[in-house]
């Protein structure tokens, strides 16, 4: 007695180590008599661990010995479980799995024996052995029994991992299948003479006929019944349905054994309120005329499980034609995501959280959108029309409808889920799909799954990790843009059959429709993947590319992309499944030549058009300089390094003038932007910043490999104009002054040698000749104008200025900005000129009469010959001239003591003067109006044509593109124009005002 605590403690501590969570309660069993061999054996400690959960193991095993009867029969269970592991795993598994199975072997003690039988070769049995298995039952409680001893095969092959969640679905199908026909044939064997009198057919639907049923679930039924040959129909009817109740009652009714499952009837036609089993003839009759979409989509699953086969072949085979033309009706697609929405609301809140089948990112999300698919894309596709929601989703990947990596995801997730639901339910045997809230039900449940380390934690990681996964590829898959457009098409016209295809061209506005229906052809023809989703995209980019000025260019472009990019594996996927990529696409490659042309030099640029990443957000100076610098590094000499720098300016023009396209004309899910002047401000920023960057990289591969690592002298690029105030658009010059100042020790002459260098190097670069849009360098506002030289030091500069600086010079530093090279030369040569541009005292009337003068020069002697002054965005009254020369008179005269006003942009100024009270809210408004849509009219010019201009276009296709840009329909350019000049004369008349009537 003296050693039993330091034994009682060693397997106190064996017991906790091997998972046990009351090692006490444990020790105190095993204590018991008879278990001794249990307690010693370390094999069955370890087969113990091994289970979801030891103590309950134990205590299932206890019970089971204890009902065993005499003494021989639990030694030879003891000896059994010792010597044989697959029984030991089997049996110690389902104890420590189900609390109900134990309860019937506790009932049932020599029920143990049925695992002994299943080894490899009998690992996956099929309904006929499930009947074999049942055949013995001979009333609904003996039913019962032998369909628990049935289930406890598969529970026990399913939590030793010996077969997957798949097949443990589809092995619980066969089961019920076996079972309802075992119920059947009791409910005929009741009443022979109603079995005479009629045919009856059992249809499964939900889980059992989709072959993926649950451990306890409804079985979802429909019953079709006829008359026997030479039999009254009503009479038979009658008998079918005494049949079916019976049957429906065996199944249903609890007994001392408990029930097996209840079978539900209320998917038939009308519900609970129709006649229980109807003819065939009835049953198309409702379809035909009655039925609302989520009975089609109910009937996708059905399957002849009982009774007459041939009927129940006859039934689905009529049906089928009904189910997979369901898309085609009115608000298919709305309805069932409508349904979708209704049952998540629903849902009690305490629960939402908790239901791994109905709640979001839950198993009902998969199922469907799996459904929708298949009904949408199943009517020309017969290989979509599986009842089994993984098979079913492996085929939609196959063909090309769901990307195989958000397939592989889904189907991960859909398994595991599943495989939570299935042990949540083994556990009572009871109907639930609750995640559990205690931690014992939890920490049982993760080791169930294998999650052995700190299982209660791991299991809430993995289960929210695969419902995020399941939520955002269901709102993906599921409230995809192109499915709505898609299931709106006739058969016909989804397979783009040549006549349902020409008839839609021409009813969309295709100017060429024949032309049209070769791009058509070349793209969707053939059996391969790509065709297959570009089949599935294509209906519907024909009416995007319709919603523009210029639909055949669209779909000229779109094939010539699809050319390019054919045999990347990405492109496609992206269109089929990136939320507003196609529809963003289209809008793009139909509202001009300038984002065409630019995707045509980068196709791959395409990926920029997906809505996750903020693909269309402008990057950062600071970002495009990193990367074409580390690209001039990469280089092998300055003609490869800035080519390489313009291969990123080209993708990051189309990524702006995608971001415009897409901002002025809107998606269905993304609306045109309402602030035109943010996105003037994002056009003129990106453009600069990147033309920056673009001189910053030049600027790095001349130094490169004139002269190493450093230049003799300090280099820095001013930016003038447009590009120093940040407002370029997409075919402006750069306006720019090279300033440089000698290192120390080096002689003037050869820093200045140098630098002349350098800015020629530059320049010749920058215009060798490319399909790209031109850079060009403008170093016209420089000292001297042309005549002067092209580069100074900044003591030059100064003395210049000093010394010689006119109006109109002063006028022009208002806009001068570093840009690239030295930024502490840069920031000198700003304070240098601050006060020329911001002078203390103000301008003299003779300087202001001066820039007045200038100012009218200018217009005179630059507007075009034969040009409409008052759409003449730039040199037209109230245009960006008129804007721009008032705000920066301001500027010269107040910037000195209104430091809002010391900024280089239009804008930012206005907003000052206003703000200082320099000009009225409304004429400051009146302003900003009208350099904003000037700029915008400019904008598009280049988008449109590919080339720049200050005018509105002639042609009329190139002008309704403009106005499309702007927001007018087609047919409306006449009010494009007449608001353009209504908005640049109300500009003029504050112009008058405050340019030429300021004293």
Not at 456 to 481: G, M, N
Not at 509 to 514: F, H, K, M, N, V
Not at 731 to 740: Q, Y
Request: glycine letters at 8%; a neutral charge; hydrophobic letters at 45%.
């Amino acid at each position: 007695m003296t050693s039993a605590p330091g034994r009682r403690s060693s397997t106190f501590t064996r017991l906790l180590r091997h998972g046990f969570t009351d090692p006490s309660a444990a020790e105190r069993l095993l204590d018991g008599a008879g278990l001794t061999p249990v307690r010693n054996d370390p094999v069955l400690l370890d087969a113990f661990g091994a289970t979801a959960d030891p103590d309950l193991a134990l205590r299932g095993l206890v019970r089971l010995l204890e009902a065993q009867d005499g003494a021989t029969a639990r030694q030879e269970l003891l000896d059994t479980l010792i010597a044989a592991k697959p029984l030991r795993d089997r049996l110690l598994g389902v104890l420590g799995a189900s609390e109900a199975l134990a309860d019937h072997l506790a009932r049932h003690p020599g029920d143990w024996r049925a695992l002994v039988t299943y080894e490899p070769r009998d690992l996956h049995p099929d309904v006929e052995e499930f009947e074999r298995g049942l055949a013995g039952a001979t009333d609904p409680v003996s039913l019962r029994v032998a369909y628990r001893r049935c289930l406890l095969s598969i529970a026990a092959r399913d939590v030793c991992g010996t077969i997957g969640i798949a097949q443990t679905a589809a092995e619980l199908a066969d089961l019920a299948t076996a079972t309802l026909r075992a119920a059947l044939a009791l409910a005929g064997a009741a009443a022979p003479e109603d079995t005479a009198l009629c045919r009856l057919a059992v249809i499964a639907m939900g889980k059992c006929g989709g072959h993926e049923l649950n451990y306890v679930s409804d079985v979802d039924v429909i019953f079709v019944g006829e008359a026997a040959d030479g039999a009254d129909e009503d009479k038979a009817l009658r008998a079918a349905t005494r049949l079916a109740s019976h049957m429906m009652r065996i199944c249903s009714e609890t007994t001392v054994e408990g029930s097996i499952w209840p079978v539900d009837a209320n998917l038939r036609p009308e519900g609970r309120n129709g006649p229980l089993v109807r003819t065939l003839a009835s049953h198309l009759a409702y379809y035909q005329r009655w039925a609302k979409t989520w009975e089609f989509q109910a009937l996708l699953k059905a399957r002849p499980v009982a009774g007459d086969r041939a009927l129940g072949e006859e039934y689905v085979a009529a049906l089928q034609p009904l189910v997979w033309g369901a898309a085609e009706r009115e608000n298919f697609v709305a309805d069932v995501q409508k349904m979708r929405r209704r049952v998540v609301e629903n849902i009690p809140a305490a629960e939402v959280d908790r239901q791994l089948k109905l709640g979001p990112g839950g198993l009902r999300d998969v199922e469907f959108a799996v459904q929708l698919l298949q009904l949408v894309h199943g009517r020309s596709d017969a290989s979509l029309r599986s009842g089994t929601t993984l098979d079913a989703l492996k085929a939609l990947a196959a063909g090309g409808y769901v990307g195989r990596a958000d397939a592989a995801q889904l189907d991960d997730a859909y398994r595991f889920l599943r495989s939570m639901e299935h042990r949540i339910q083994l556990h009572r045997l009871r109907r639930t799909h609750l995640v559990p809230e205690d931690e014992a039900d939890l920490r049982r449940l993760g080791r169930s799954l294998g999650l052995r380390t700190d299982p209660v934690a791991a299991l809430t990681r993995e289960w929210k990790r695969h419902a995020s996964v399941v939520r955002r590829l269901h709102e993906k898959l599921f409230y995809r843009p192109l499915l709505d457009a898609v299931a709106a098409l006739a058969p016909g016209e989804a397979r783009l059959s040549a006549a349902a295809a020409r008839e839609r061209l021409v009813a969309l506005g295709y100017a060429d429709p024949a032309a049209a229906l070769r791009h058509l052809e070349a793209l969707a023809s053939g059996v391969t993947r790509k065709a297959a989703i570009q089949r599935t995209l294509l209906p519907v980019l024909l009416g995007w590319f319709a919603d523009s000025a210029d639909p055949d260019a669209g779909l000229l472009t779109f094939r010539k992309v699809s050319d390019a990019l054919g045999k990347t594996p990405w492109y496609l996927r992206l269109l089929r499944d990136e939320g507003a990529a196609a529809e963003n696409l289209a809008r793009v490659l139909s509202a001009g030549r300038l984002a065409p042309d630019l995707l045509m030099r980068a196709p791959e640029a395409v990926a920029l058009l997906g809505d996750g990443g903020g693909g269309l957000q402008p990057r950062s100076r600071a970002h495009l300089e990193q990367e074409i610098l580390a690209a001039v590094r990469r280089a092998d000499n300055a003609v490869q390094g800035v080519t390489a720098a313009r291969g990123v300016r080209r993708r990051e023009l189309f990524r702006t003038s995608a971001a415009d396209i897409v901002g002025s004309y809107g998606t269905e899910s993304q609306p045109a932007e309402a602030d035109q002047g943010a996105l003037v401000d994002l056009v003129g920023g990106a453009v600069s910043d990147l033309t920056a960057a673009t001189l910053s990289g030049t600027l790095r591969a001349v130094v490169r490999e004139g002269w190493g690592d450093t230049l003799p002298t300090r280099f820095a690029i001013i930016g003038m104009g447009r590009f120093g105030g940040h407002e370029l658009g997409y075919g402006s010059d750069a306006d720019v002054l090279f300033v440089h100042e000698p290192r120390d020790g080096v002689d003037e002459r050869e820093a200045a040698e140098a630098a002349g260098k350098v800015v020629t190097e530059m320049r010749r670069l920058l215009q060798v000749p490319s399909a790209d849009p031109p850079l060009l360098i403008d170093a016209d506002l420089r000292p001297e104008g042309k005549s002067g030289p092209l580069v100074r030091t900044l003591k030059s500069y100064e003395a210049y200025y000093r010394r010689w600086a006119l109006v109109w010079e002063r006028h022009a530093l208002l806009r001068a900005e570093h840009v690239a090279g030295d930024e502490d030369l840069g920031r000198r040569f700003t304070e240098l000129i601050d006060p020329l541009r911001y002078p203390a005292a103000g301008l003299d009337e003779e300087a202001v009469r001066e820039i007045r003068r200038l100012k009218a020069r200018m217009e005179s002697e630059r507007l075009p010959r034969g040009a409409d002054p008052k759409l003449h965005t730039k040199l037209g009254p109230g245009g960006l001239s008129d804007v721009e020369w008032t705000v920066q008179l301001l500027q010269l005269r107040h910037g000195a003591r209104e430091p809002g006003l010391r900024t280089t942009r239009t804008r930012q100024a206005l907003a000052a003067a206003r703000a200082a009270g320099l000009i009225s809210e409304e004429d400051a408004s009146t302003l900003d109006e009208a350099w904003v849509l000037a700029t915008r009219v400019r904008n598009a010019v280049m988008l449109v044509r590919g080339r720049a201009g200050d005018t509105f276009p002639t042609v009329p296709r190139e002008l309704g593109a403009v106005g499309r840009y702007l927001g007018y329909g087609s047919g409306h350019a006449g009010d494009m124009l007449d608001a353009y000049r209504r908005t640049a004369r109300r500009a003029r008349s504050v112009v008058e005002e405050l340019f030429y009537g300021a004293s």
